[in-house]
């Protein structure tokens, strides 16, 4: 007679053991995918608010080196000077700037107004491209093409614009050996009723506080003419 060979399987203990080991495992790479793919989401979400701000600040940079000493008037009828902001403008920063290049056939002017300005923690720069309007400037419903309000960069919780003034330089200390430059005593306001400053300033600073990237400062000299 022929030997009959018997197959010995797995036990119930095994096959429980195995599958005990294999959720383990599974569990211990989800872990490890789940960690990776959360820090590659907080390294794009990083990059991407940097690259927001990165082109906020040269925009403004562009704008502040660009400005030029031209009032204009409003739709009420009232003259605004080349530049405004501070405190008692609503925190703002307005001014008058050169290099907006005609794209068409029919002539204009190649300057522009621009205003900068925080609404729901959010940095708008908002453009007239007339000067001297009689309308009202409505950065959501534009009475213009081309005007209207666009947003820079989200999560600012404060912006804040100083200015020098030509008269301040000479009572100014000197520059520290470590190149901190103070700017405490600069103007909080500019060009606002009740000042005495119609033209542009020596150089301006503008503070903002943002989430997530903190506070930071930046200071412009303005282009004299």
């Known amino acids: 007679m022929k030997s009959v060979s018997k197959q010995q399987g797995f036990t119930l203990i095994e096959v429980l053991i195995a599958m005990a080991l294999t959720v ?4 211990i790479a989800y872990s490890g995918l789940s960690a990776v793919l959360d820090s590659l989401d907080q390294t794009r979400q990083a990059m991407n608010r940097t690259s927001e701000l990165s082109k906020a600040l040269r925009m403004i940079s562009r704008d502040v080196n660009q400005s030029v000493n031209r009032s204009i008037r409003d739709e009420l009828g009232f003259t605004e000077p080349a530049m405004i902001g501070g405190d008692s403008y609503r925190g703002m920063l307005g001014l008058t700037r050169s290099g907006w ?33 009689s309308y009202r400037l409505d950065p959501d419903n534009p009475t213009v093409p081309g005007d209207g309000g666009v947003a820079m960069l989200e999560g600012v919780t404060r912006f804040e614009v100083v200015f ?62």
């Open 101 to 133: 290049m005609s794209m068409g056939s029919t002539p204009r002017s190649h300057l522009e107004r621009v205003y900068y300005y925080v609404d729901d923690n959010t940095l708008y720069r908002m453009r007239s491209t007339v000067l001297d309007r």
């Open 24 to 27: 383990v495992v599974a569990s």
């Open 164 to 225: 020098l003034s030509p008269e301040l330089i000479s009572s100014l200390p000197s520059r520290p050996s470590d190149g901190a430059l103070d700017t405490s005593r600069w103007l909080r306001d500019w060009g606002v009723e009740g000042t005495p400053n119609q033209d542009l300033p020596v150089a301006l600073e503008i503070r903002l506080t943002i989430d997530g990237l903190g506070d930071m400062e930046r200071v412009y000299v303005l282009p004299q003419s």
